[in-house]
């Protein structure tokens, strides 16, 4: 428990054998309550040794997105009568020991959600991150503000936490089979902003591993235009 609100950690993992254990292992048991690592359909050994670690596991038994495996988290997470939910990488990028950074302005200052942010003063962005990425990560905040009328500096970044409360208003609907991929974190960032629910960013660190120890799963063109679709199809009307 920290400051009165039950937490949960999300770590949605897809063959992260090597990496995983490094993540449930930094997590700072003293403020989160419960580690549950989703896996999404992984072949090698990232359940066990997230367990062997500490963490619960939810397998899903085969690949269906990081949005499915988000989306079975935050299911979970609900039903467990968790009031906060953090979300980490399972590759290690983010850093576990910053997750207050995230938890206090909702337990403080009355924020629904909270971003990390690499852009923001104080903020860390480094390792062996693609030029590509690189262009992407700041491109996809400047369009997305200019739909939603928040300024933004992150809108990509999974390292965030959320109030579960907000979970429970029925304009938010995750369960949409076009949001089982990168997608589901954009409209999520996305409701929350228009719906009027407070939003908050904070610095944080994002580093990205050498690309010798695979350092993404994403493909650049398909994955990229999964997160790039809500902005255009929300911001069209096109989807709810």
Not at 74 to 97: R, T, W, Y
Not at 192 to 200: E, I, Q, R, T
């Amino acid at each position: 428990m920290y400051l009165g609100q039950t937490i949960i950690a999300l770590v949605p993992a897809f063959n992260e054998e090597h990496k995983v254990g490094l993540v449930v292992g930094r997590i700072d048991r003293k403020i989160v309550d419960r580690v549950l690592v989703i896996d999404d359909g992984s072949t090698d050994r990232t359940a066990e040794v997230a367990r062997d670690r500490g963490a619960e596991v939810q397998s899903l038994g085969r690949i269906r997105g990081v949005g499915a495996a988000l989306r079975e988290g935050l299911d979970i997470a609900v039903a467990g009568g968790f009031d906060i939910a953090v979300i980490l990488a399972g590759n290690n990028k983010d850093s576990p020991e910053e997750i207050p950074r995230l938890l206090d302005p909702i337990c403080n200052d009355g924020c629904d959600l909270v971003m990390g942010s690499r852009y923001l003063d104080g903020g860390v962005g480094g390792g062996d991150m693609p030029l590509y990425r690189k262009l992407a990560t700041r491109l996809h905040p400047w369009l997305m503000s200019r739909f939603v009328g928040v300024r933004l500096t992150e809108s990509t970044n999974g390292f965030r936490a959320i109030r579960l409360a907000v979970l429970r208003d029925e304009r938010i609907n995750l369960r949409q089979r076009w949001l089982d991929g990168y997608g589901l974190e954009v409209y999520l960032l996305w409701k929350v902003l228009k719906l009027g629910y407070v939003h908050s960013e904070v610095p944080c660190t994002k580093v990205y591993p050498p690309r010798r120890m695979g350092y993404t799963k994403m493909k650049p063109v398909v994955d990229w235009w999964s997160i790039l679709r809500p902005v255009f199809l929300l911001g069209m009307g096109l989807r709810k």
